[in-house]
């Protein structure tokens, strides 16, 4: 007799359609189940038991309980008849701002699904570990949406390296579309504590339920390539994938998560440290019911990390960090068009924002109006991802094929720049990932600090006092002029909501051109012999021709030698509205600006000064870039002792 670790593993193989007896999938998996071994259920139904092309097995009797190490392989049916059920299912594509290739998947030929009223509460019943379950259309089951008891597949708690693979799961092996009066009720796959499984290359759909749980303290799960499309179905709280009550640790990768009723990904009540990384999560939130949860991204507990993906077009949120949730980073994602769709019951638009982190009196559900989360004073406020300040972006200039950026943001942060889709409060939405730009870095070249105070480029953005930063980088493709830039923080591991919106603009260009003149006419060659006692006037032109407006504009000029300056003699042009020009005269060179000149100073005759050496001209107010309020004229006069 062999012991069970000697136990050989069995194919015991399914050559009907029969609900029970020999040869039924039944009967399989109970053999599979008094085997020790790791087996195999293979399928042979001949030709002649075959509905269009796939072997159809209406359950009535019950679950299929599976208590051993087993796979069952649909795919055998294929390999041993032959592919009678051609073609393939899926929109394939690509998902995530990777760009990860999504499979479509084979339209299997072997098709399990309930004939019993009421319906079985369960399909198939994963009660062991190291179980496959592969190649199979799987639909119909369940008495109660987001239920333990109810499900097309569920697994028991403290099991292992459950692999559910190339499986339709939800819809016919012919056609990944609702199937109405005969849909599932309960969820497509749950978890009730399980570890360390594998959920990838499936097509998980049309459920009253959720598409997948990952319940009751499931951690290790892979969740990966699959479609997860239209789950919720009248349950306008269940979600595409929900990572629920205390489990964590699991990383979804690569999937299409879409036209869910609830959120495309919840975290509910999950104790953190997931990995949601190049996802596309678009259209979700969509559902019409009562309990309504509309974000793409729901987020709960600590330590996960939402990366990379194309989270757009849901009716919510695009990633909602509720008020308990911390330290969460939210990096180099595509977040777009969020709160701008109807919802099945064509009701208009949410508004919601790009990232919502919220406040304690905040709804978790939907968010609460006007959802931004305006910055604080010492951003000590408590809220999701501790309401980490956003930064403020002053300016968003082009300069010699660089682009110069500065603003504001909280010491240390990691401010990740994006190409905006601007959303109607002109905060965010962060679509195009640029780069990542510390603060207080060697890159940064304003070490300073300051207080910013609303409104800052037309948008109420609170105040803070903290540091300054200017960064130069090289000009990213797909930035000129015009392009609208938006920014997030991320500090401790936790990151903000987006910034207010900045448009990029070239940098002015101040053209100076100075002529000396005695009498009206400008004296181009330079000044001729004239006679002691002669005033000259020297005026200096200036124009800004560049791609937007100068300010801080400061013009330096030396008083020409064998010349005394003429005190008050100062005349100014100003084309620009609000532009007003402050005059400060030196004698030490042209630094400190310091001297007071005195009528007939330096033996010079009343109303000149000969120690006067340098003039200067600050400018206060915007010098426009548009003509003709873009030029204008200072000048002074001196006289030939």
Same mark, same amino acid.
């Given at each position: 007799m062999l012991c069970a670790s000697q136990a050989r593993a069995t194919t015991y193989t399914v050559t009907n359609?029969?609900?029970? =007896?020999?040869?039924?999938?039944?009967?399989?998996?109970?053999?599979?189940?008094?085997?020790?071994?790791?087996?195999?259920?293979?399928?042979?139904?001949?030709?002649?038991?075959?509905?269009?092309?796939?072997?159809?097995?209406?359950?009535?009797?019950? @679950?299929?309980?599976?208590?051993?190490?087993?796979?069952?392989? $649909?795919?055998?049916?294929? /390999?041993?008849? +032959?592919?009678?059920?051609?073609?393939?299912? =899926?929109?394939?594509?690509?998902v995530g701002v990777g760009a990860l290739s999504l499979s479509t998947v084979n339209r299997p030929e072997v098709?399990?699904?309930?004939?019993?009223?009421?319906?079985?509460?369960?399909?198939?019943?994963?009660?062991?570990?190291?179980?496959?379950?592969? $190649?199979?259309?799987?639909? +119909?089951?369940?008495?109660?949406?987001?239920?333990? /008891?109810?499900?097309?597949?569920?697994?028991?708690?403290?099991?292992?390296?459950?692999?559910?693979?190339?499986?339709?799961?939800?819809?016919?092996?012919?056609?990944?579309?609702?199937?109405?009066?005969?849909?599932?009720?309960?969820?497509?796959?749950?978890?009730?504590?399980?570890?360390?499984?594998?959920?990838?290359?499936?097509?998980?759909?049309?459920?009253?339920g959720k598409g997948i749980q990952l319940g009751g303290g499931s951690t290790g799960w892979t969740v990966q390539n699959n479609e997860v499309r239209g789950n919720g179905i009248n349950n306008s709280n269940l979600d595409g994938i929900d990572i629920e009550n205390g489990s964590g640790g699991n990383t979804i990768i690569g999937n299409l998560f879409t036209a869910n009723e609830a959120l495309g990904v919840d975290m509910y009540q999950s104790s953190g440290s997931n990995n949601i990384q190049n996802n596309t999560i678009t259209g979700n939130g969509i559902g019409p019911n009562a309990n309504v949860e509309t974000a793409g991204v729901r987020v709960y507990g600590t330590g996960s990390l939402i990366d990379r993906n194309i989270i757009n077009a849901n009716y919510g949120a695009g990633v909602l960090v509720t008020t308990a949730a911390t330290q969460n980073i939210i990096t180099r994602n595509s977040i777009y068009a969020n709160g701008t769709i109807t919802n099945k019951a064509s009701a208009a638009a949410s508004g919601e924002i790009g990232i919502d982190l919220q406040t304690a009196t905040d709804n978790e559900n939907t968010g609460t109006s006007p959802f931004v989360t305006i910055n604080d004073s010492g951003d000590a406020d408590a809220g999701g991802n501790g309401l980490?300040?956003?930064?403020?972006?002053?300016?968003?200039?082009?300069?010699?094929?660089?682009?110069?950026?500065? !603003?504001?943001?909280?010491?240390?942060?990691?401010?990740?720049?994006?190409? /905006?889709?601007?959303? @109607?409060?002109?905060?965010?939405?962060?679509?195009?990932?640029?780069?990542?730009?510390?603060? =207080?870095?060697?890159?940064?070249?304003?070490?300073?600090?300051?207080?910013?105070?609303?409104?800052?480029? !037309?948008?109420?953005?609170?105040?803070?006092?903290?540091?300054?930063?200017?960064?130069?980088?090289?000009?990213?493709?797909?930035?000129?002029?015009?392009?609208?830039?938006t920014a997030t923080a991320t500090l401790s591991s936790s990151t903000s909501e987006f910034s207010g919106n900045i448009p990029v603009v070239n940098a002015p260009v101040i053209t100076l051109a100075k002529c000396v003149f005695s009498g009206a006419s400008c004296l181009q060659t330079g000044v001729p012999d004239v006679q002691p006692g002669t005033d000259l006037v020297y005026k200096i032109d200036f124009s800004n021709t560049g791609g937007s407006s100068a300010s801080g504009v400061v013009v330096k000029? +030396?008083? @020409?030698?064998?010349?005394?300056?003429?005190?008050?003699?100062?005349?100014?042009?100003?084309?620009?509205? =609000?532009?007003?020009?402050?005059?400060?005269?030196?004698?030490? +060179?042209?630094t400190t600006y310091a001297y007071t000149p005195v009528s007939g100073g330096g033996g010079a005759p009343a109303g000149y000064d000969k120690t006067v050496t340098h003039i200067r001209w600050t400018f206060t107010g915007n010098l426009s870039q548009t003509s003709p309020a873009n030029a204008g004229s200072v000048g002074f006069t001196a006289r030939i002792p």
């Open positions: 359609v029969n609900d029970t =007896g020999a040869g039924s999938l039944r009967r399989a998996v109970t053999n599979a189940n008094a085997n020790a071994g790791t087996d195999i259920i293979a399928f042979n139904v001949p030709g002649g038991l075959l509905t269009s092309g796939v072997a159809v097995i209406k359950l009535t009797s019950g @679950p299929l309980v599976i208590t051993e190490a087993v796979t069952v392989d $649909g795919t055998t049916q294929t /390999a041993n008849v +032959g592919n009678t059920n051609a073609g393939s299912l =899926g929109v394939g594509g690509t098709q399990v699904m309930n004939n019993a009223s009421p319906a079985i509460a369960i399909g198939f019943d994963v009660q062991a570990s190291n179980v496959t379950i592969r $190649g199979l259309s799987i639909y +119909g089951f369940g008495t109660t949406a987001n239920d333990d /008891a109810s499900g097309n597949i569920r697994i028991g708690a403290g099991f292992s390296t459950i692999r559910i693979e190339l499986n339709i799961l939800g819809a016919s092996a012919t056609s990944f579309t609702d199937p109405g009066a005969t849909r599932s009720v309960g969820d497509n796959i749950r978890s009730i504590g399980a570890d360390s499984g594998t959920i990838q290359n499936n097509l998980i759909g049309y459920s009253n980490l300040n956003f930064p403020v972006l002053v300016n968003a200039t082009i300069y010699s094929g660089n682009l110069i950026l500065t !603003g504001y943001a909280r010491p240390g942060s990691v401010i990740e720049l994006f190409i /905006a889709a601007p959303d @109607p409060r002109g905060f965010g939405e962060g679509q195009t990932y640029l780069a990542s730009l510390t603060e =207080g870095s060697a890159s940064d070249t304003d070490a300073t600090t300051g207080t910013y105070t609303s409104p800052v480029n !037309g948008l109420t953005v609170g105040t803070d006092t903290t540091n300054k930063f200017k960064f130069t980088i090289a000009l990213p493709a797909g930035v000129s002029a015009g392009t609208v830039l000029d +030396g008083i @020409p030698t064998n010349t005394i300056f003429k005190l008050g003699s100062v005349t100014t042009t100003l084309g620009t509205t =609000g532009l007003t020009v402050v005059v400060a005269y030196s004698n030490d +060179g042209g």
